[in-house]
Each structure stands twice: as C-alpha cells, then as structure tokens.
C-alpha cells in the first residue's frame, strides 16, 4: 500500500505498534548512560557559590597538591627569620636600658665621658690582644685620677670567632715605675714566661709576679703588699708607667668599679716611699 508521504511500508496493526513501543522503551534502558552524557552536556553550568556571598568559583583546599609537611616546611623559615629579628630587637633594647642606667650612674658619681684613651687601649692590647676600645669615662676618686675603659676584641680557633669585652680601671701615680703585672696563677707556668717566686706560698700558689727587675718586684711585694693582694683575690693589676691599672671581663659596673677603686687605693698606699724615690721617674702633664 502507498503512503501518503510517498514511500511504501506496512501498515501497523495497534497490537504490533504496541508491542514496538515496547520494544522501543525497553530499548533505551542500555543507551540511558548516553543519554545522560548528552543532558551532562547540555545541562547549563552555574557558578559555585563564595563563601562571601559573591558570585565566582570558590577557592576549595586539595589536600592532594599541597601536603601538610609543604605548608610546615614553608613556614620555618618566616618563623625562625621572626624570632631571630625579635632576638636582636630584644637584644639591642635591653643593650640601650644597661647603657642609660650605667650613664645615670656615672654621673651620679660625677664621672664623664671622654674620647678612649690610647695610652690605655695600648695597655689592654698588650694584656689580651688587638681589639677595639668602646665607652670611656674620666673623674677623680680620692684626689687621684681615674679612667675607665671598656675593651673588645676577637679571638679564633680557625672554625669560630669569639668576641670578649673587658674593662680597665686605672689610677694616677705620683710617679712613673717600671712595669709590674700581678695575674692569677692559671698553673701552667712553663707557658707563662718568668715568674717571682716570693717567701709567701700561698701567695705563690694564687698568683704570680712578672717583672723584668727583682728586686724592684720584691721591694713592691713585701709581706704587707702580698696580705692585701690575698685580701682582694679577684683583683687583678699592673703598674704602668704612671698609672696602677686593674681589669675584668665584662663591661664595667659602676658598683663593680668602685670596690676595685677602693681595693687599688690600698694597694698603691702600701707602696714603700723609698721605691718611687728610688725608681720612680717625674710625670709631665
């Protein structure tokens, strides 16, 4: 039979159509997974919502692309750049409070600042080693002269470097007498160079004597000298020219000095007046 539309087929009784639409329903079930593509695929996109209520694609954490260990081993190094800057920071500040407080002190004792002194930077070389002399301060302390000195310098075993501070105390001498240095007795005597053996042991045992002249050292240590050197064991000195210099690590302390002021004006009082007249050379201001 000839359909209207021009092409030639068999007519559909209603039960056969039935049964092919059927078929047809059945059918589609094994191409629903394209079909669902094809809807995936038309279906329209929205943007996902911010969590600030604006419109955008959100920013979602994969946990992996970036690792906890990542996140960790990026932020060491802000936090350790950080807590070094606060260490100097700290450190700087708390310098700046010791220097105002020890200034406030000096003055308070009518002690002054004054250029450093290159006669007794010299003297700090040549007890420890080249370095650079740093605050100084001038007064007078029982009608006698004074100047103190703070001293840095370096030292190195060839891997590190180490950086010690000092200071210097010394006190005018009516005149100006060999040299003469008293240390501590550190028992390694055979690398110390020459030392005075005297008649007090214990003495000897705690410290030692260096001087070129000895006689002129034992006129200076008699018994009552070396009594007052064991009386003030922490004192270290040295008779230069014309001045009596004593020295300790650190920077100085007002509180600190003053004692050593104290213990170096019984020192210098018990040096026999036969020895500055005899070694003794005048001073020219």
């Not at 059927?22 to 059918?27: E, L, N």
């Not at 593509?37 to 694609?57: I, N, Q």
């Not at 070396?226 to 004593?246: D, I, K, R, T, Y």
Request: with cysteine; charged share 20%.
């Amino acid at each position: 039979m000839e359909l209207g539309c021009g092409l030639s087929g068999r007519l559909l009784t209603p039960r056969r159509r039935q049964a092919t639409n059927h078929r047809v329903d059945h059918g589609a079930a094994p191409n629903s997974s394209r079909g669902a593509s094809l809807a995936e695929a038309t279906k329209t996109v929205y943007p996902r919502a911010r969590p600030d209520g604006k419109s955008g694609p959100g920013v979602r954490y994969v946990a992996g692309v970036i690792s906890p260990y990542s996140v960790l081993s990026l932020l060491f190094p802000v936090v350790f750049i950080g807590a070094m800057t606060w260490l100097i920071v700290w450190s700087t500040r708390r310098r700046r409070a010791r220097l105002r407080q020890r200034a406030a002190q000096v003055a308070s004792v009518g002690w002054y600042p004054v250029p450093p002194n290159p006669w007794l930077a010299q003297i700090a070389a040549n007890l420890f080693r080249e370095g650079e002399p740093g605050e100084t301060y001038a007064g007078v302390y029982q009608g006698r002269g004074l100047c103190v000195l703070d001293y840095t310098y370096v030292t190195s075993n060839g891997k590190s470097q180490q950086t010690h501070t000092v200071n210097l105390v010394a006190l005018t001498l009516p005149v100006a007498l060999p040299p003469l240095t008293v240390r501590h007795e550190s028992g390694l005597r055979m690398f110390r160079g020459r030392d005075l053996e005297l008649e007090n042991q214990q003495f000897n045992d705690q410290f030692r004597v260096e001087c070129f002249d000895d006689r002129y050292a034992s006129a200076v240590m008699h018994p009552r000298m070396m009594e007052c050197v064991l009386f003030n064991p922490g004192l270290e000195w040295q008779v230069a020219g014309s001045a009596f210099v004593s020295w300790s690590a650190n920077g100085f302390a007002v509180p600190d000095v003053l004692a050593r002021l104290d213990a170096m004006t019984r020192l210098i009082d018990l040096i026999p007046p036969f020895v500055l007249r005899d070694y003794g050379q005048p001073t020219f201001s």
